[in-house]
């Protein structure tokens, strides 16, 4: 096999970019090695500038500081890197605003237009316009890749496309926020109170100072959204969600479902739309434990098949990102 | 996309056969449209004969009747067949001996020395001589593709190659026999015997007549030798392996570790090569009841990574097969 070399831009050097750029350089011999892929980092872009080198940066010096602190700093705005870079895929890591789905959804598209692939952990763009991306992505004839919008580490748009690659999914249940279903364990196991779970969960760094978007539903929802969209073939977006989230949930009835061998959960049903509190019986795989989450698939010929795993972290999620950029890589 | 036309040899006419071929008549259409692959079925070997056609068989009429009734058969042995009918990929679903691998070993050498690719769901060959066909797999320049020996409709090492593309597998655990973990759950759930919750399971038609490959830990040490080989690159076969089976686990020994909130599985430890009893903690992902399979991957980027799923069944199998297949046929 000749080594095919691939130009990246990073955009986003927040917890993501970092996590993403520390795995590339750990697992870049590693991927020279089994998959034949060179991965060189053109740029990398921050809200307030850029690092750029066509002969590929020098990930170790990038690291070491903060970006507007490396002495390659240029205050070229993001969108220009995009377009006039040397590149061939887009890696699009910033956060993401769910009612609007920028600044993720004008570098996208942006991207798209430039004829760049695109590799992203941003759910709010799909969230909000996944019809629009995927259709400038079939006219521009560019690859979309957004494993990692969904689930962190856990594989599940590639497993149905490469692995159950003969099956239709005819519907999904998920476990797809990790601070909710921390909290919830945490009630389960120790008895206590949602508010005192949440600030457990805030001091592990496990919730933000809001917890709203995740207690309330609304991160499960945008995921819901994504995985309606890519294994039901749906055209949905956020608005046409129901969400009900966590806050409502006591003590006493996480214990009275456990005294007829249920467990609450806050369940993504794909196939319904829906967001919610649900009874899951304390033998079913969708009963994971502490910030796991976990996808159920209801497929055609293989049947239900489950996948459980690490739905954040900057490491764990830069192997959904990286194994994009990998696959896009391949095609190329 | 193109079309690609592809042509298969299927060898064994079974249960396992007869449901790829099941699936394959179902899913042709899909298979066309979603990757671009028309899969036409060569030629059917079964032990007294087979059926052949170069332009592609009816399945309509083969799967209509015994094999041996269909019309176009004749008494050409599988050798003949594998090594001169036209076809890209041998398809061996055979069942195997574990000590010797054959005849699936036998079958699967030829079929690369003929320089055809090979998918298959027969464990035995792979337990026996993993490296022997691999290596000739390399010589002779052709992939031979492994899916459904371990887990059923599971994915795993697809699972590893397409999607955890960019990871390490450092160790991993499985629960890989679904006629043990059905025991088991019977066992745990119901409180009764041993004895008759096997009874059961053949009752129910989980377990064969003679129970001892399966209750004895030799399927799953079976299973357990592949994916050492497979996931972490050893090079090893059923002898190496350290096998205890369930006959031993009374009803009591479940309750006791029921009391202190553990279950009682048949682990399968790939890094220690060893299937055992070994007590699970209920909330862990690989509890998992009935006769389902799961598998939990130590990876070094993704963290664990747990899959669950239907480890038998010729339906939920043949996706795993022809899963295979396809991806096999994308490379052509």
């Given at each position: 096999v000749k080594m095919k070399e691939v130009r990246v831009v990073i955009v986003g050097f927040g917890v993501i970019g970092r996590g993403v750029l520390q795995t590339l350089r750990e697992k870049q011999g590693f991927i020279r090695g089994k998959h034949g892929v060179n991965i060189k980092v053109s740029a990398i872009c921050e809200i307030d500038g850029s690092v750029i080198s066509n002969e590929g940066l020098d990930l170790d010096k990038v690291l070491d500081k903060p970006l507007n602190k490396n002495k390659f700093w240029t205050d070229k705005k993001t969108r220009d890197v995009i377009i006039n870079t040397q590149s061939d895929i887009v890696v699009e890591l910033t956060p993401g605003n769910i009612k609007t789905g920028e600044p993720g959804l004008s570098h996208i598209l942006t991207a798209i237009s430039a004829k760049k692939h695109v590799a992203t952990s941003n759910k709010?763009?799909?969230a909000v316009a996944y019809k629009r991306i995927m259709d400038s992505a079939r006219k521009n004839k560019v690859s979309v890749r957004f494993e990692a919008t969904v689930g962190g580490a856990i594989p599940i748009m590639n497993l149905m496309d490469e692995c159950l690659s003969v099956n239709k999914v005819e519907s999904a249940y998920g476990i797809l926020n990790g601070t909710t279903n921390y909290v919830l364990s945490q009630m389960s196991d120790e008895g206590v109170e949602l508010d005192s779970a949440v600030k457990e969960a805030q001091q592990l760094g496990y919730?933000?100072?809001?917890?709203?978007?995740?207690?309330?539903g609304v991160d499960s929802a945008a995921k819901v959204v994504i995985l309606a969209n890519a294994l039901l073939g749906m055209d949905v977006s956020y608005?046409?969600?129901?969400?009900?989230?966590?806050?409502?949930?006591?003590?006493?009835?996480?214990?009275?479902?456990?005294?007829?061998?249920?467990?609450?959960?806050?369940?993504?049903?794909?196939?319904?739309?829906?967001?919610?509190?649900?009874l899951v019986s304390v033998d079913h795989p969708l009963n994971v434990s502490g910030s796991l989450n976990a996808l159920m698939l209801n497929t055609d010929v293989a049947g239900d098949v489950t996948i459980v795993g690490r739905g954040a972290g900057s490491r764990e999620t830069s192997s959904s990102i990286i194994a994009d950029i990998v696959t896009i890589s391949k095609e190329l």
């Amino acid at each position: 096999v000749k080594m095919k070399e691939v130009r990246v831009v990073i955009v986003g050097f927040g917890v993501i970019g970092r996590g993403v750029l520390q795995t590339l350089r750990e697992k870049q011999g590693f991927i020279r090695g089994k998959h034949g892929v060179n991965i060189k980092v053109s740029a990398i872009c921050e809200i307030d500038g850029s690092v750029i080198s066509n002969e590929g940066l020098d990930l170790d010096k990038v690291l070491d500081k903060p970006l507007n602190k490396n002495k390659f700093w240029t205050d070229k705005k993001t969108r220009d890197v995009i377009i006039n870079t040397q590149s061939d895929i887009v890696v699009e890591l910033t956060p993401g605003n769910i009612k609007t789905g920028e600044p993720g959804l004008s570098h996208i598209l942006t991207a798209i237009s430039a004829k760049k692939h695109v590799a992203t952990s941003n759910k709010a763009p799909f969230a909000v316009a996944y019809k629009r991306i995927m259709d400038s992505a079939r006219k521009n004839k560019v690859s979309v890749r957004f494993e990692a919008t969904v689930g962190g580490a856990i594989p599940i748009m590639n497993l149905m496309d490469e692995c159950l690659s003969v099956n239709k999914v005819e519907s999904a249940y998920g476990i797809l926020n990790g601070t909710t279903n921390y909290v919830l364990s945490q009630m389960s196991d120790e008895g206590v109170e949602l508010d005192s779970a949440v600030k457990e969960a805030q001091q592990l760094g496990y919730a933000e100072p809001d917890p709203s978007y995740d207690i309330d539903g609304v991160d499960s929802a945008a995921k819901v959204v994504i995985l309606a969209n890519a294994l039901l073939g749906m055209d949905v977006s956020y608005e046409d969600m129901k969400v009900t989230g966590i806050r409502e949930i006591t003590p006493e009835a996480i214990d009275l479902a456990k005294k007829h061998g249920f467990t609450v959960k806050l369940v993504g049903d794909v196939l319904r739309l829906e967001v919610s509190p649900r009874l899951v019986s304390v033998d079913h795989p969708l009963n994971v434990s502490g910030s796991l989450n976990a996808l159920m698939l209801n497929t055609d010929v293989a049947g239900d098949v489950t996948i459980v795993g690490r739905g954040a972290g900057s490491r764990e999620t830069s192997s959904s990102i990286i194994a994009d950029i990998v696959t896009i890589s391949k095609e190329l």
